[in-house]
């Protein structure tokens, strides 16, 4: 079962244990690996993660790493891909409210999924979307 949709630096801050990640946050992610549930990751946050890999903004092996706790069995964290369902749920994330698109698409995620999105981002937290942080 997928738990939460986790946004881009959530994941990245849970994966390399950085100290910005809340203490619910953390929470949010270990419950799920305990419970042996799932955090999703949207197909967007790894193309995200990728470019910021060639900007130099985060640790260059960040990418490769996500890949292979994607790849391993029984994993905690699970990829979604952007498709239609994702893109019909868009409509329901105001653009006023989540103006990145990157941003709507994580939230529309979620909201496809019916869980909450794990996020710090102030945009999103403000919104009308489900947020754990």
């Known amino acids: 079962m997928i738990?939460?949709?986790a946004d881009t630096h959530a994941l990245l801050w849970f994966l390399h244990k950085d100290p910005r990640l809340s203490?619910?946050?953390l929470s949010a992610f270990n419950n799920a690996a305990q419970a042996g549930d799932q955090v999703a990751v949207s197909s967007i946050t790894m193309v995200e993660i990728a470019y910021l890999c060639e900007k130099s903004r985060i640790p260059h092996n960040s990418f490769d790493l996500i890949i292979r706790l994607?790849?391993?069995p029984g994993s905690m964290l699970a990829e979604i891909p952007l498709?239609?369902?994702v893109a019909d749920s868009l409509r329901q994330v105001s653009r006023s409210q989540v103006p990145e698109m990157?941003?709507?698409i994580i939230a529309a995620t979620a909201l496809m999924l019916g869980v909450p999105v794990i996020s710090r981002d102030s945009k999103i937290t403000a919104?009308?979307?489900a947020?754990?942080?």
């Open 3 to 5: 738990s939460a949709v």
């Open 23 to 25: 203490s619910v946050a």
């Open 70 to 72: 994607l790849n391993q």
């Open 83 to 85: 498709e239609q369902s």
């Open 102 to 104: 990157a941003d709507r």
């Open 127 to 129: 919104s009308s979307i």
């Open 131 to 133: 947020t754990i942080w």
